[in-house]
């Protein structure tokens, strides 16, 4: 049973994407993947986001994940190795059941400082090779490999027995036909030819790129479809009340527009997918994008900022539209700090968005080495007990002869 622990080099990068994709890519090879998130980074109770995806998505249960609070709690109190004492327990729990275990690993942002440190002492407890998952940029190799160095050296370098690769995702640079979406999984799509140009590029600045030491496992296309939010998804991002839910839960928002200028000068913003904003003392706007969807074109929808929301004698005369579910919301905000929270608003899989993550994990593991997976399911290595596995195990078989330490 082989453990592999996805690092993420930075916030943005499709972490959950990167682990759902890989698990999915094992099953379609028929190797049964578990997965595991020792340490929670939100303050919630529920599972955490790429947990409960993977339920939705595999039917399959895992453990849950360590609380926030109590990960900062013993890391504030120098009791690091509990910590992954504990996370080793979790990892035994669901390993009996699976070939390999697909572990995510902490994500370093401005909140929790320890993350790398963690992540380090995570690999050497669980003994797991060490994915990294970055983003890249073809038109910027240096950068892209640069961003991959900084994150090695925690893990001892290209040349280390516990790095086994990297997994670009959100790759930009690339032509649009590589960011097609699979119905199924289908390795063809693998743009093999951009991949060995990319790595040539990587090895003038790190001569490990692309080799045995350091493989690129993926170079996953950045998708503009796949990264779209649910109409449904914005409306606690900008304190919204809706007007009219409508279709909110199955139309997806491919751009937004304010409308601050005469109705006449706007009317080419009124298309498929358009997020439309304006005040809500600007009645044309909501007539406009009422004609606009009993015209036939389905506005992802409207957003109506200060003040009021519509009073019901003028949305009689919106009748039409409100039936061919545009959604509309209201919000207090005022329209820029609407504009300005919706271009903060992450890409993130909502967790009851189950139709993204499903064309996520298709297209995520389409692009993925099906050899390097096969290879790294079963690569016949001596397992390590690291101190903290070794801690665990001695507690386990103590409690099962009944006798003390």
């Known amino acids: ?24 890519a094992l099953d379609c090879n028929g190797i049964k993947a578990g997965f595991l ?34 990960l ?23 390993a009996a059941d699976n070939n390999v275990i697909i572990v995510e690993g902490l994500l370093p942002n401005g909140q929790d400082h320890f993350a790398s440190e963690l992540n380090a002492s995570l690999a050497q407890a669980l003994d797991a090779e060490v994915v990294l998952v970055s983003t890249a940029d073809i ?20 040349t280390s027995n516990r790095t086994a690769g990297v997994l670009f995702m959100r790759t930009r640079g690339l ?65 919204g009340q809706w007007v009219n839910q409508g279709e909110a839960k199955t139309r997806r928002i491919l ?12 009317l080419n913003k009124f298309i498929a997918g358009e997020l439309i904003i304006s005040a809500s003392e600007r009645t044309d706007v909501l007539l406009a994008s009422s ?43 005022n329209t820029l700090e609407t504009a300005q929270r919706l271009s903060d608003f ?11 993550a499903e064309q996520v994990t298709r297209f995520v593991s389409s692009h993925i080495d099906v050899e390097w997976l096969k290879q790294h399911s079963n690569n016949g290595a001596t397992p390590r007990l690291s101190p903290s596995a070794f801690r665990h195990e001695l507690v386990q078989k103590s409690i099962a002869a009944k006798k003390r330490i």
Do not use: W
Request: net charge negative.
């Open 291 to 333: 004609l606009a969807t009993s015209n036939g074109i389905p506005l992802a929808g409207l957003v109506l900022t200060e003040r009021e929301a519509p009073a019901p004698k003028l949305l009689e005369f919106c009748q039409s539209a409100i039936k061919q579910g545009l959604p509309i919301l209201h919000t207090h905000l």
């Open 37 to 70: 998130k020792p340490f929670s980074q939100v303050d919630q109770e529920n599972l955490d986001r790429t947990t409960s995806l993977f339920g939705h998505l595999f039917q399959s249960k895992t453990v849950q994940s360590i609380s926030h609070e109590k």
């Open 255 to 266: 751009h937004s527009s304010l409308i601050a200028s005469s109705i006449e000068y706007e």
């Open 346 to 356: 992450g890409n993130e899989i909502p967790t009851d968005d189950t139709e993204r």
């Open 175 to 239: 032509s649009e036909e590589t960011a097609q979406i699979p119905v199924a999984f289908d390795p063809s799509l693998r743009p093999t030819e951009d991949i060995a140009k990319f790595t040539a590029e990587l090895q003038k600045y790190n001569r490990y790129f692309g080799s045995s030491d350091l493989p690129i496992i993926g170079l996953v296309p950045f998708s503009n479809t796949l990264s779209v939010p649910r109409t449904l998804d914005i409306a606690s991002v900008i304190d």
């Open 1 to 24: 049973m082989n453990t592999i622990l996805l690092i993420p080099t930075g916030e943005g990068v499709g972490l959950t994407s990167a682990c759902l994709g890989m698990i999915y």
């Open 139 to 158: 038109q910027n190799p240096r950068k892209t490999a640069e961003k991959v160095e900084a994150h090695l050296r925690q893990f001892g370098g290209a």
């Open 72 to 94: 900062t709690q013993r890391i504030a109190a120098g009791e690091v190795d509990e910590l992954l004492e504990e996370a080793v327990s979790l990892h035994r729990s669901i």
